[in-house]
């Protein structure tokens, strides 16, 4: 196969190549912020468990407070009792002060009820916190593989644009800039292959003297059609082929 047509399928390769490292790469921002969002979620639920909690505890602080109240209340109405002037008087306080013991019992059993569901309200808390820092976890080391994978992209990456550098300079310079423009229009298939007559790429049928001169094979053909560099039975391997033209450059 010429030369020339070797090192425009090797540098087809490489773009090839080259595009779909940098598709992986630009990718990595996006995976890692899907894979934030599951933490989001976890974070939720926690947030939810804090706030039942304080609520919680907000509650059973004001009913202390109306424990507090009563209880003083009741002291204050026995102290006034002590003056009562009538049995009607002395009954009415009687009357007030057991509303206020009342008051007082009422609020103690729901501090009870309250101590009671903080319990569960607790344990959850502890495992919400727990699931999220497990989630963390995981979330850090499925990052810290996306950033070593694009490390490694990014190396690969490097490697190929240095040997598409050394792939483009071996070729002749009026090929490669045909190369260039075709490869911009037609997204890295610069070139095709026309073994049965026609370009595989634009489908366009050969006339029949460009198909006998593009099997004597002694020159660069581009389709008429499309512009693409033409194949007649090419080297399946192109790798090696590549690899060997390189060695003999
Ligand atoms: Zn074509």
Not at 129 to 147: F, G, I, T
Not at 200 to 205: E, F, G, S
């Amino acid at each position: 196969m010429l030369q020339d047509l070797v090192l425009a399928l090797g540098l087809q390769a490489l773009d090839r190549k080259i595009v779909s490292l940098q598709n992986e790469i630009a990718t990595l921002p996006k995976h890692i912020a899907e894979i934030e969002k599951r933490l989001e979620a976890h974070t939720r639920r926690l947030e939810a468990g804090k706030a039942a909690l304080s609520a919680n505890q907000r509650d059973r602080k004001k009913l202390e407070g109306d424990v507090q109240m009563h209880q003083q209340k009741a002291s204050k109405l026995k102290d006034q009792m002590l003056e009562a002037k009538t049995n009607e008087q002395y009954r009415a306080f009687q009357h007030e002060i057991e509303y206020a013991e009342g008051e007082v019992r009422k609020a103690e059993d729901k501090i009870l009820d309250l101590m009671e569901q903080s319990e569960p309200l607790e344990k959850n808390l502890k495992a919400a916190e727990m699931e999220l820092k497990k989630e963390q976890q995981h979330v850090e080391a499925e990052k810290n593989r996306a950033r070593e994978r694009t490390a490694v992209d990014q190396r690969a990456l490097s490697e190929a644009n240095a040997d598409r550098k050394k792939t483009a300079a071996e070729m002749d310079p009026k090929l490669y800039a045909h190369y260039e423009r075709i490869r911009k229009k037609t997204k890295n298939t610069v070139v095709a292959d026309a073994t049965d007559g026609r370009c595989d790429a634009c489908q366009i049928a050969l006339r029949p003297q460009f198909f006998q001169d593009l099997r004597r094979g002694d020159q660069v053909m581009f389709c008429e059609s499309c512009g693409r560099m033409l194949t007649y039975n090419p080297i399946v391997d192109i790798q090696s082929d590549v690899a060997a033209s390189q060695q003999t450059a």
